[in-house]
């Protein structure tokens, strides 16, 4: 629904908008209309996944404690393994998103004559940090096509991540990174047994995809080099709503484009939405102060219970033989304690 | 020396993980709840069957049934939602079941485990399922592959420990046997428990007057140990403290010596309290069944204090216990505004970490006595014990209380040593036979996902000589000894309290021979 009115709205937009050169209806829908209706379905999709998630209750609060809680004063606690603060939550989280807390726990079972042995294993915290981090820097590098004036952070990120400056234009750290981090992710799903065995086909073709967007980017930045200012254009006409199809945009730039549209489109349906829903997740987020502030289930329930009246009704005669007090031999709280 | 029952190899995993076939061998499956039982607790589809049947007397809407409580569920755990979404299969999981490390068996990683729900998930509730196929259609055979591998699931949370974005297999798995339950697919070792908590007020179904008797046998015994007779009040009214424990503490060994330790401490300390016959068990196997259950059985706890008029509530040692109390008890049945904030009688400790719910655990009341230094101990007489602890995955996991039973530990036994690092605190490993997997017909799977536990003992027995593996948890207690019997001969499981009550020197007490169990000290004491 969503794409049609995208398609069709962009399409009047562009029709509006585009004088300097006579566009083909073609090149308008593939320029100009697909990457405006990937958008739309990335916007609208993410946006409902997560608030689908956001309006489920949490009806329990169930975090997962790596560490101390906070007890007796003397108990040094653990306050971002088990933090019993909002703000100690929000620590966590911060070291969950930011530096994968979680993963850098990671140890691999071996069996050496019937003893297991837990080796170190951050190689998969490693990469993936890397390829996310890399990836989080190529995003915000490609910031300098989309705005004008190119904001001074941008130029800053890519002078650093050009830092070595080797060769021309300078190789950048973070396309490096993307790729050998990307291609060990891909080679760990092949080549580890356990791994191999639980992946499915989406796994793979999301590393594909995103190796692929990489690949076509370095392509083009290093060896088969496309025309900047048309690229550039294009990527402002969008951003700013007045589309443009200029000339000089190559067959490379195409499929880098469609392939990130491909991802766009298929971002909100599968896996990827870790990304959004790895802030909801309520083994994290939540303090461990269970006992010290109580939690409210929004759709608790009366339930049926066995009350004492009931029990006391079924063992009266046991109770009473065996000389433990009924309720009413005990008039109130105040009875004497011998 | 040991049979070779229990084959443990590491082979890579084989097959296609879609195939939802599972085969009910004996030994690593529990047998089906009794219908008198079902029936008492108003569950569904009440029936004799068993997992080995081929026709498990489904109710004819069964799938409809299943689909419409997967849709209800959803809408109210995010939780669920959120981990049959997010999941991108890096694997971090996959080693860190116990279950798998003991099987081999690939579906015991917990993201494939997730996975046999997560599947039928996708195909009903996901664009890409609907339109496109993805996922797995639902059939008997799946139910009956949920049903293996849900009830080989200890709810122990390790994998959530190691995962990116926490998700947590237990809530899978109590969400997946919830739909279980929803067509009467369920265990007995679970079951039955429940229908007698519910009635009677714990686990066996021990009845008032044989609570009492089991309790006054404890005290013999002890006066016997101690020449000191203690004190039995049983839901006396206006006590400070009602004390509630596992009720495998008063009828199960070794359980049982670690009711000795409490008795001893209470009597000790001069402690203002009360037993409960109706609040006799604290363990609460609704949590291995279902969340409402959970709140039913849960529900007579405050009752209880709020009945007795006590102040507070002071608990066992027992793991699963401690989840529904620290995690679910004040949001199911609270609040407690009719206990006040628990302070210990003895040192004056406001236990702030408890002032809502108003339960403390024993071990932080301990650890907090002595280290007030108000207990007198002769921890020599645990010279002839080379302790190590077991974290139990509840306090563990879903608590933080890692450093308390040390405290006491570390006070009590001069022979004190941790297991590797990576198999305690959070990263503990589960003793393979909780959330209601404990029958002896579960046998070999109790033994194989008890493995990396006995494993990591088998090192300080080595290393160290242990012989003692204390433990704070009462499925621990009853099923830990088989464990070491058969990995780790010659070691003994006991609990945190009954080392305490080894070494506690009581006021006016004759000259120990024994320990709690009744076995002579090490020589050195006795002569000292």
């Known amino acids: 629904m969503s794409v049609v009115v995208t398609v069709a709205g962009s399409m009047a937009l562009v029709g509006a908008v585009s004088g300097e050169q006579a566009a083909t209806a073609g090149q308008i829908f593939l320029w100009v209309a697909v990457p405006y209706a990937a958008l739309a379905i990335l916007l609208a999709g993410f946006c409902y996944r997560v608030a689908k998630w956001a309006w489920s209750p949490v009806p329990f609060r169930i975090p997962t404690t790596c560490g101390q809680q906070k007890s007796l004063p003397w108990i040094r606690s653990a306050s971002l393994e088990s933090p019993s603060t909002g703000m100690g939550a929000v620590a966590r989280m911060a070291l969950e998103i930011l530096l994968f807390r979680s993963l850098f726990r990671n140890n691999r079972a071996e069996l050496h004559d019937k003893q297991y042995i837990f080796g170190e294993s951050k190689l998969l915290w490693l990469c993936s940090l890397a390829f996310h981090w890399s990836l989080l820097v190529i995003l915000l590098r490609h910031l300098r096509l989309f705005l004008q004036p190119v904001p001074a952070f941008v130029s800053v990120l890519a002078s650093w991540d050009g830092f070595f400056q080797v060769g021309t234009p300078e190789l950048y750290i973070s396309d490096v990174v993307v790729v050998c981090a990307g291609l060990y992710l891909l080679l760990r799903r092949w080549r580890d047994p356990l791994v191999r065995y639980l992946s499915q086909l989406a796994d793979y073709l999301v590393l594909f995809l995103l190796l692929g967007i990489a690949g076509t980017g370095i392509l083009m930045r290093y060896f088969f080099r496309v025309v900047l200012v048309a690229v550039k254009r294009l990527a402002l006409g969008l951003a700013t709503f007045h589309p443009v199809v200029p000339a000089g945009l190559s067959a490379f730039f195409f499929i880098h484009l469609m392939l990130v549209c491909i991802l766009a489109v298929y971002f909100p349906f599968g896996k990827l939405m870790h990304l959004g829903g790895a802030f909801l997740s309520p083994t994290r987020n939540l303090a461990n102060n269970n006992r010290s502030k109580r939690y409210i289930n929004p759709w608790n329930y009366p339930v049926k219970t066995h009350t004492y009246a009931e029990w006391e009704d079924e063992f009266r005669d046991k109770i009473k033989a065996a000389g433990i007090p009924l309720n009413e031999e005990q008039s109130d709280g105040t009875t004497s304690t011998d | 020396m040991t049979e070779p029952l229990v084959q443990i190899d590491a082979k890579p995993p084989s097959g296609n993980w879609r195939d939802p076939k599972v085969e009910f061998r004996r030994g690593v499956y529990c047998y089906s709840a009794q219908p008198k039982h079902v029936t008492y607790l108003g569950m569904a589809n009440p029936r004799s069957w068993q997992p080995t049947d081929s026709d498990w007397k489904l109710p004819s809407n069964w799938k409809q049934i299943i689909l419409d409580g997967l849709k209800d569920r959803l809408k109210k755990y995010r939780s669920f939602r959120l981990f049959m979404d997010i999941c991108v299969r890096c694997g971090a999981c996959a080693d860190k079941c116990h279950f798998y490390l003991g099987s081999g068996d690939p579906k015991n990683m917990p993201v494939m485990r997730a996975e046999l729900l997560r599947s039928v998930y996708v195909r009903y509730f996901t664009a890409r399922g609907r339109l496109f196929g993805a996922g797995r259609e639902l059939t008997e055979e799946i139910i009956k592959e949920w049903f293996y591998y849900f009830y080989q699931c200890t709810e122990c949370r390790r994998c959530s420990v190691y995962c990116p974005y926490g998700i947590d297999t237990a809530e899978i798995t109590m969400i997946g046997r919830e739909l279980l339950n929803l067509i009467g697919c369920n265990i007995n070792w679970v079951i039955e428990p429940v229908a007698n908590c519910f009635r009677v007020g714990n686990h066996l179904g021990i009845q008032p ?20 007779r203690v004190e039995l009040p049983i839901n006396r009214k206006g006590a400070e403290v009602l004390f509630v424990m596992p009720s495998a503490d008063y009828f199960a060994t070794p359980h049982y010596y670690t009711l000795l330790g409490y008795m001893s401490l209470f009597h000790e300390i001069g402690l203002d309290f009360t037993y409960s016959a109706f609040a006799s068990e604290g363990g609460n196997f609704g949590l291995f069944t279902s969340h409402e259950m959970t709140k039913r059985l849960n529900a007579k706890i405050y009752e209880e204090a709020s009945r007795l008029g006590v102040k507070w509530i002071l608990g066992g040692e027992c793991g699963h216990m401690w989840r529904v109390l620290h995690q679910y008890m004040d949001t199911m049945n609270g609040p407690a505004d009719f206990l006040e904030e628990p302070v210990s009688p003895i040192t004056g400790t406001r236990f702030e970490n408890a002032r809502s719910t108003r339960m403390v655990h024993i071990c932080e009341f301990t650890a907090d ?105 009462a499925i621990d207690k009853a099923t830990l000894p088989t464990l070491m019997d058969y990995w780790v001969p010659g070691v003994q499981v006991a609990g945190v309290h009954e080392l305490l009550g080894n070494a506690l020197v009581m006021t006016g007490e004759k000259e120990r021979k024994t320990n709690l169990r009744g076995e002579p000290l090490p020589a050195e004491v006795t002569h000292a």
């Not at chain 2, 008797?213 to 140990?225: K, V």
């Not at chain 2, 404990?438 to 290393?463: C, H, I, Q, S, T």
């Open chain 2, 209 to 228: 007057h044989a609570f009492k008797d089991s309790m006054e046998f404890a005290a013999d015994e002890l006066e016997e140990i101690t020449s000191i």
């Open chain 2, 369 to 473: 006595l002595l280290y007030h230094g108000k207990l007198k101990l002769a921890p020599q007489r645990n010279d002839n014990l080379a302790v190590t602890f077991h974290d139990s995955c509840n306090p563990a996991r879903a608590m933080g209380l890692l450093e308390e039973p040390r405290s006491i530990l570390r006070h009590a036994c001069n022979r004190f040593y941790e297991m590797p690092e990576n198999t305690i605190r959070e990263q503990t490993f589960c003793c393979g036979s909780g959330a209601g997997l404990g029958p002896d017909e579960n046998l070999e799977m109790r033994l194989r996902g008890g493995f990396p536990r006995a494993n990591a003992v088998k090192y300080v027995n080595e290393k160290h000589g242990v012989n003692t593996l204390a433990c704070i948890c």
